[in-house]
């Protein structure tokens, strides 16, 4: 059965310090990777996509990087404003749909 | 300014009742989506729709109804077959479906949060 999971569930960190975000999936013929940010009481908003083992992509703080088995959302030096929960979902095979995971919850406390 | 609006922001519904949350999008996006998010557990797909006058079940669909009469427009109708539909309601839409993984990220609307008297 295709699977996503994050991890963990809630990570808390002073700001500045640097830690990375896990999404591990088991799914036949990945497509695509997809990483969102969701804000409180709001809809998520799209990050980036990963589309094959090696590829990194970087937006001012968060770098998300791809295995063949997980991927992994790097903050580094992290402020307050990046506190937010980050979803991972992934797009495998024929089927067009996404499989998420049910989150990370990062608070960044100043 | 492109982008994809849902209405009304917080929804009551009594026992009983037919509510419809409303999804608009102006990105001249093929196909829309709608989710249902409850606290702890990923997005779960309730129906989905590539193209105008045509949509599919998703994973959680009994309870629920769509329509797509027009390519701008998806609305949902929570219908009183749903026992339990206090939960946030995220519509998506994607450029293009099933042409390539680049063309169908999904881009998420502000939300509908259900609640029920």
């Known amino acids: ?110 | 300014d492109g982008g994809i609006t849902q209405s009304p922001k917080y929804l009551f519904r009594k026992e009983g009742q037919n509510v419809t949350l409303s999804c608009e999008q102006n990105l001249n996006h093929d196909a829309m989506y709608w989710y249902r998010q409850d606290p702890g557990q990923g997005l779960r797909l309730i129906y989905y729709s590539q193209i105008v006058n045509d949509f599919q079940k998703g994973d959680i669909a009994e309870g629920y109804s769509v329509s797509r009469e027009k390519k701008e427009s998806f609305p949902l109708t929570v219908t009183s077959a749903q026992k339990n539909p206090t939960a946030f309601y995220l519509c998506a839409s994607s450029p293009r479906p099933r042409g390539g993984a680049s063309k169908e990220t999904q881009y998420f609307g502000p939300g509908t949060r259900l609640l029920v008297l």
């Open chain 1, 1 to 110: 059965e295709d699977q996503v999971t994050q991890s963990p569930e809630a990570l808390r960190l002073q700001e500045g310090e640097s830690s990375s975000l896990n999404c591990s999936y088991t799914v036949s013929g990945l497509r695509g990777l997809f990483w969102y940010r969701q804000d409180p009481g709001k809809g998520p908003e799209f990050l980036f996509t990963l589309y094959s083992a090696g590829e990194e992509k970087e937006k001012e703080r968060l770098k998300a990087t791809l295995t063949k088995k997980e991927s992994f959302l790097h903050i580094t030096a992290p402020k307050p404003e990046d506190s937010a929960t980050y979803l991972c979902a992934v797009q495998a095979g024929s089927n067009y749909q996404l499989i998420w995971g049910a989150g990370t919850k990062l608070i960044i406390k100043p």
